[in-house]
């Protein structure tokens, strides 16, 4: 079956500007979790959203923001873009709750601000 | 806080060789789960071994298998038999096995490998 699918795989914008990322999961995949990676700072957890409701957030500012469909697929949003937020932009979508049931990632959008 | 160290940003082994990552973490929990996973270049995280904090037995997958010292709090990964296609990133990765903790793996910092012909 297919795997977990981001789109756009790179993505190129100015600072200041918004941004908006989507996550498909696997099918019958109802979890889906963002995490942002930097050389400096590593793999960060951003939020996880369960069928439709966000359960559990990182430590991240307002700027990001995330939702999810009927459907599981997942978007999560950045506005005012800064230089920082210059990153790897990971999504992994599982069945149910991560540890009990494996995590599986997508490849990532690589994003990059001018 | 709950943090995970991996202490080898790089290591290198020569092909059919074994080698050994190393993993610390630290948490007030007693139920939790402990990963490895691989990033190859093509940035793909793929989970390599996955260890329960309540059992005894260590994880392994072909390969691969870890030494878990839960007292310690210590738990690595030991590559047997090298392979080219083993080069990648290596993440060690935990998660607390509570409500409040969907989703939230907290990774280290990585290792890089390189197995050299």
């Known amino acids: 079956k297919a795997g977990v699918t981001q789109t756009p795989r790179y993505l190129i914008k100015t600072r200041g500007q918004q941004v908006t990322l989507s996550c498909s999961p696997i099918s019958g995949h109802r979890s889906v979790s963002w995490y942002q990676q930097t050389p400096g700072q590593g793999l960060q957890f951003l939020f996880e959203?369960?069928?439709?409701?966000?359960?559990n957030k990182g430590n991240f500012p307002g700027r990001f923001s995330g939702r999810q469909f009927s459907n599981s697929r997942s978007e999560m949003n950045v506005s005012t873009l800064e230089l920082g937020d210059s990153a790897l932009y990971l999504c992994a979508s599982s069945f149910g709750v991560v540890g009990n049931t494996e995590a599986f990632f997508g490849q990532g959008t690589r994003l990059t601000v001018v | 806080a709950q943090t995970v160290t991996q202490s080898q940003p790089e290591m290198s082994v020569q092909e059919a060789e074994t080698v050994t990552l190393s993993c610390t973490y630290d948490?007030?929990?007693?139920?939790?789960?402990l990963f490895w996973y691989k990033q190859p270049p093509s940035r793909q995280m793929i989970l390599v071994i996955r260890q329960e904090a309540y059992k005894q037995q260590n994880a392994t997958e072909n390969r691969f298998s870890v030494n878990f010292q839960k007292a310690a709090k210590s738990f690595s990964l030991k590559i047997s038999d090298s392979q080219l296609g083993d080069t990648a990133m290596y993440f060690c990765a935990f998660t607390p096995n509570y409500g409040g903790s969907q989703g939230n793996l907290i990774f280290g910092k990585g290792t890089k490998l390189s197995v050299k012909p």
């Open positions: 959203y369960f069928s439709e409701t966000q359960r």
């Open positions: 948490t007030s929990e007693n139920n939790y789960y």
